[in-house]
């Protein structure tokens, strides 16, 4: 009682409470959706580790590498908070990756979340700038070249190129000045991005989530068609991702922790030795690769800042009328996004080779379909499937009935299995229960990962039978296709509409 009254009274507390409890999210998110709370948690946890760090790091270039040592060696637990920096910066653009290639397949860009967009694009340049500040400031080798390289592309630009570098380095190479400023900027842009994610967060309930159908569950008007509340359905969901997610992180914190990185850089920085390849973090190769996918040097950096502006423009290209966004309907679009993914895989692939054939010529192709994807496929598919498979609902409340179909018809893995909405909660929480049992019971660290992986085998299994389940209720989504077919196919005749279809349904729902 006294909780709640104190939310009503205060407007922050109220705001607060209206965002993040009594928020209403759609009933069918997937796995998908967890991503993004989980990149908050990245970022918090990098944060946190972040200002431990910094209150041992030395940025002086005859100190810098000893201080990282002496973290590790000599600062209580300095190991684990260095290994949890480290590796979750990797972790962190998994992540974010992960979240936006949903965006990309489930057309999260388009109206009416395109400032969502807009802004975690801005977010992943900041992220991409503040990870390249903070690799330089172990001063291992690889720190060393690479902000040598990667400072003196702003050199190709013409007149001025020169002395900007010097200018961004604060001398005629890259030396303790420069680290000291790289220090400050990567303290600093971390509180820029917690600044932007707000932003992220405001725009995205301004507008309400999207959810795997692509299709609004606020279609007509503001009626939502509908959604739940997301304490506690979706709390409990992300902190099951939290669980997920921690184990596979710490599984490399504990026993990799220098999987994902480079060996030379626990060489000290050295200006008189280059390595023999210079290589970025993993996450930046399909960048390098675009950098590097033309001889042109200034060609080449104009490319890379495209690679990452076509996020901005490609939404602008694509025909706001569709309000079936997603790919979850359109099977070409689909094969064609399977196949930007695996581009993007072959080009970060290939920025961590030399130049030479064939990976220069390789290079070369996966930059043009990585553009062409963007400019010109992308939206022309949207058109081609909306209008050709009948995607197109016209606004009409008479097709209230069809859209609470589609968003009813694929429920989240346990409302498919069969479950009311209460039940699967219940069920989650169940799951909880045990995960906090063994924790705190269970005697030996052998005995916990096991009931971890037994506790997510379980998971797994339930996961297994409930798209068995989401296939067959997959008819409930044809027939209402069928009849959306039926009344609107605005270019096809209806026969070929009807076949496409069919033989879309030929394949599985994924
Ligand atoms: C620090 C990095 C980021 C954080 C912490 C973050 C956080 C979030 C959160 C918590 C959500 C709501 C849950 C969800 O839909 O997963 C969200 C949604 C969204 N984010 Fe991000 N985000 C980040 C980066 C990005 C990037 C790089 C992009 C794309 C370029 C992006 C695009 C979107 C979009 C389009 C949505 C709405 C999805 C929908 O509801 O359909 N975000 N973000």
Same mark, same amino acid.
Request: hydrophobic residues 50%.
């Given at each position: 009682m006294?909780?709640t009254?104190?939310?009503?009274?205060?407007?922050i507390l109220?705001?607060l409470?209206?965002e993040?409890?009594?928020y209403?999210s759609?009933?069918?998110?997937?796995?998908?959706?967890?991503?993004g709370?989980?990149?908050?948690?990245?970022?918090?946890?990098q944060?946190?580790t972040?200002?431990?760090?910094?209150?041992?790091y030395?940025p002086?270039e005859s100190m810098?590498?000893?201080?990282v040592?002496?973290?590790?060696?000599?600062?209580?637990?300095?190991?684990l908070i260095?290994y949890?920096?480290?590796?979750?910066a990797?972790?962190?653009?998994m992540?974010v990756?992960?979240h936006?290639?949903?965006?990309?397949?489930f057309g999260s860009?388009t109206?009416?979340?395109?400032e969502?967009w807009?802004i975690g694009?801005?977010?992943l340049?900041?992220?991409?700038?503040?990870?390249?500040l903070?690799?330089?400031?172990?001063?291992g080798?690889m720190?060393f070249?690479?902000a040598?390289?990667i400072?003196s592309l702003?050199?190709?630009?013409?007149?001025v190129?020169?002395?900007?570098?010097y200018?961004?380095?604060?001398?005629f190479?890259?030396?303790t000045?420069?680290?000291n400023?790289?220090l400050s900027l990567?303290?600093?842009l971390p %509180? +820029?991005?917690i600044? @932007? *994610? #707000?932003?992220h967060?405001?725009f995205?309930?301004e507008?309400g989530?999207g959810?795997?159908l /692509?299709i609004?569950?606020?279609?007509?008007g503001?009626?939502?068609?509908?959604a739940?509340?997301?304490?506690?359905f979706?709390t409990?969901?992300?902190l099951h991702g939290?669980l997920l997610?921690?184990?596979?992180?710490l599984f490399f914190?504990?026993?990799?922790?220098n999987?994902f990185?480079?060996?030379?850089?626990?060489?000290?920085?050295?200006p008189?030795q280059?390595?023999?390849?210079?290589v970025?973090?993993?996450?930046f190769?399909?960048?390098?690769a675009?950098l590097?996918?033309?001889p042109?040097?200034l060609?080449?950096?104009?490319?890379l800042?495209?690679a990452?502006?076509?996020?901005l423009v490609f939404?602008?290209?694509?025909?706001?009328?569709?309000n079936v966004?997603?790919n979850?309907?359109?099977?070409l679009?689909q094969?064609v996004f399977?196949? %930007? +993914?695996?581009n993007? @895989? *072959? #080009?970060?692939w290939?920025?961590?080779k030399?130049?030479?054939?064939p990976y220069t010529e390789? /290079?070369f192709l996966?930059t043009?379909f990585y553009?062409?994807?963007f400019?010109i496929i992308?939206?022309?598919l949207?058109?081609?499937?909306?209008?050709?498979?009948g995607?197109?609902l016209?606004k009409?409340p008479k097709n209230?009935?069809f859209?609470r179909?589609?968003?009813?018809?694929?429920?989240?893995l346990l409302t498919?299995?069969?479950l009311k909405r209460?039940?699967?909660y219940?069920?989650h929480?169940?799951?909880f229960r045990?995960?906090?049992?063994?924790?705190?019971f269970?005697?030996?660290?052998f005995g916990?990962?096991f009931?971890i992986l037994l506790?997510e085998a379980?998971?797994?299994?339930l996961t297994?039978?409930?798209?068995?389940?989401?296939?067959?209720?997959?008819?409930?989504?044809?027939?209402?296709?069928y009849?959306i077919?039926k009344?609107h196919?605005?270019?096809?005749p209806?026969w #070929?509409?009807?076949?496409?279809?069919k033989?879309?349904?030929?394949f599985?729902?994924?």
């Amino acid at each position: 009682m006294l909780f709640t009254r104190l939310i009503k009274q205060h407007s922050i507390l109220t705001t607060l409470y209206k965002e993040s409890i009594s928020y209403l999210s759609p009933t069918n998110l997937n796995g998908w959706w967890n991503f993004g709370s989980l990149a908050l948690l990245c970022l918090v946890v990098q944060v946190a580790t972040g200002i431990f760090l910094t209150m041992h790091y030395i940025p002086h270039e005859s100190m810098a590498f000893g201080s990282v040592e002496h973290i590790m060696r000599d600062v209580n637990s300095g190991w684990l908070i260095r290994y949890v920096h480290a590796n979750g910066a990797s972790f962190f653009f998994m992540v974010v990756y992960f979240h936006l290639f949903r965006g990309l397949y489930f057309g999260s860009y388009t109206y009416p979340r395109q400032e969502v967009w807009n802004i975690g694009v801005v977010i992943l340049l900041i992220m991409i700038l503040t990870a390249f500040l903070g690799y330089v400031l172990p001063w291992g080798q690889m720190s060393f070249w690479a902000a040598t390289v990667i400072t003196s592309l702003v050199s190709t630009v013409p007149v001025v190129g020169v002395d900007i570098v010097y200018w961004l380095w604060g001398g005629f190479s890259v030396s303790t000045v420069t680290l000291n400023r790289f220090l400050s900027l990567h303290y600093l842009l971390p %509180f +820029v991005l917690i600044f @932007l *994610v #707000l932003l992220h967060l405001v725009f995205l309930h301004e507008a309400g989530s999207g959810n795997p159908l /692509g299709i609004d569950n606020k279609f007509f008007g503001n009626q939502y068609v509908d959604a739940q509340r997301f304490h506690p359905f979706y709390t409990i969901k992300d902190l099951h991702g939290v669980l997920l997610y921690s184990i596979f992180f710490l599984f490399f914190v504990c026993f990799a922790p220098n999987f994902f990185g480079h060996p030379d850089n626990y060489i000290p920085a050295n200006p008189d030795q280059t390595p023999a390849h210079i290589v970025p973090e993993w996450y930046f190769l399909p960048f390098y690769a675009i950098l590097r996918s033309v001889p042109n040097k200034l060609l080449g950096v104009i490319l890379l800042l495209l690679a990452i502006i076509v996020l901005l423009v490609f939404p602008i290209l694509v025909n706001k009328t569709i309000n079936v966004r997603s790919n979850t309907f359109k099977p070409l679009s689909q094969f064609v996004f399977w196949l %930007f +993914v695996v581009n993007c @895989l *072959v #080009l970060g692939w290939v920025g961590g080779k030399s130049i030479e054939y064939p990976y220069t010529e390789i /290079g070369f192709l996966s930059t043009v379909f990585y553009f062409g994807y963007f400019i010109i496929i992308l939206p022309f598919l949207h058109v081609l499937e909306t209008y050709g498979l009948g995607l197109y609902l016209p606004k009409s409340p008479k097709n209230s009935l069809f859209v609470r179909r589609y968003v009813r018809s694929s429920g989240s893995l346990l409302t498919a299995l069969g479950l009311k909405r209460s039940q699967a909660y219940a069920v989650h929480m169940s799951f909880f229960r045990i995960y906090y049992w063994y924790i705190r019971f269970w005697p030996s660290t052998f005995g916990r990962v096991f009931m971890i992986l037994l506790v997510e085998a379980i998971g797994f299994c339930l996961t297994g039978y409930a798209i068995k389940r989401r296939m067959h209720r997959s008819q409930t989504f044809e027939f209402c296709m069928y009849s959306i077919i039926k009344k609107h196919t605005l270019l096809l005749p209806k026969w #070929l509409a009807k076949l496409i279809w069919k033989v879309y349904f030929f394949f599985p729902i994924p």
